[in-house]
């Protein structure tokens, strides 16, 4: 479903968290300045968000990997819900003639105070619902009313035998408050390449929740972006499109998959928002873009 079959229907979104994780390791640090900031499900109402992430198929000259994770700095398991029903086209290790979902797994490392989303299988298939080459991975999150894109850290591909390889991937966040009746989406995207010389090699589509202006609809919400990663990432491209509902069943403030979040992150690819530049392209630009190289934070 598209962005204006889906304004037609109203449907809300959720963020999708992408991630991974394995026994054959990944970073040993997170740094310090990325920060949990947790609300009390209690006082907020922030709604969740969705977001995914689209990487080139990893076997044409290698090994398959066997997992594909994400680490986020602090504990972030109560805002994912343990079997999510996600399918093929939100697991790339998710057989396409499968009729059951297959969810990714969460765990916990209290030593490192890092939480792991881990999406694995013994085969990567090629799942973009555009049919162009490379994989992609979506999931629904934060149902504790607090922001987990701007906790991502790092990204990898893990093997069984081998060290794990990092790619790219980027921390978003927005200062916003616990609770409104105003709330809308909007939906940034980014894409990038750790060579200069390079096409994309990361895309990502998020779905994020902020508060407008009084009497101000059509103002961004000013993001900031951040690499927690090893490697510079340099941005080719990135969009925002603003003003999007929020769901309308109350069921999705304390669960990220409920039916309305999960048609929201079905469209959260290219079929439902071309890329900037593309034929029916729903993005502007940014008021507030990343820099056209995110250096890594330490």
């Avoid at 390791?25 to 609300?39: E, L, N």
């Avoid at 105070?113 to 979506?138: C, D, M, Q, W």
Wanted: proline content about 12%; overall charge neutral.
């Amino acid at each position: 479903m598209g962005i204006f079959a889906r304004s037609v229907f109203a449907l809300t979104s959720v963020v999708a968290v992408l991630a991974g994780c394995n026994s054959s390791g990944t970073a040993s640090s997170i740094p310090s300045s990325v920060a949990a900031s947790r609300v009390s499900p209690d006082t907020g109402n922030r709604p969740p968000e969705v977001f995914n992430q689209v990487l080139p198929y990893p076997c044409y000259s290698s090994p398959c990997p066997t997992d594909f994770e994400v680490v986020f700095k602090g504990n972030v398991t109560g805002d994912i819900p343990p079997n999510e029903p996600i399918n093929v086209h939100e697991n790339a290790f998710c057989p396409p003639s499968g009729s059951t979902p297959c969810s990714p797994t969460a765990t916990y490392n209290p030593t490192a105070n890092t939480t792991t989303l881990e999406y694995s299988g013994p085969t990567l298939y090629h799942n973009r619902v555009s049919g162009k080459p490379g994989v992609h991975f979506g999931v629904g999150a934060a149902s504790n009313f607090g922001s987990i894109k701007s906790l991502e850290a790092s990204s990898y591909w893990t093997y069984p035998s081998s060290p794990a390889i990092q790619v790219p991937i980027v921390s978003i966040n927005s200062k916003q408050p616990a609770k409104s009746k105003k709330w809308q989406y909007a939906v940034v995207y980014v894409a990038g390449t750790t060579t200069k010389s390079g096409g994309d090699e990361y895309q990502t589509w998020n779905e994020i929740a902020y508060v407008p202006k009084a009497n101000d609809t059509g103002t961004q919400p000013r993001f900031t972006f951040a690499n927690y990663g090893s490697q510079p990432i340099y941005v080719t491209s990135a969009g925002i499109v603003v003003g999007l509902p929020v769901p309308k069943d109350k069921l999705c403030l304390k669960n990220p998959t409920c039916p309305e979040d999960l048609k929201m992150l079905a469209d959260l690819q290219e079929n439902g928002f071309p890329p900037p530049g593309s034929s029916g392209s729903p993005f502007i630009k940014l008021q507030f873009p990343p820099p056209s190289v995110l250096k890594p934070q330490q």
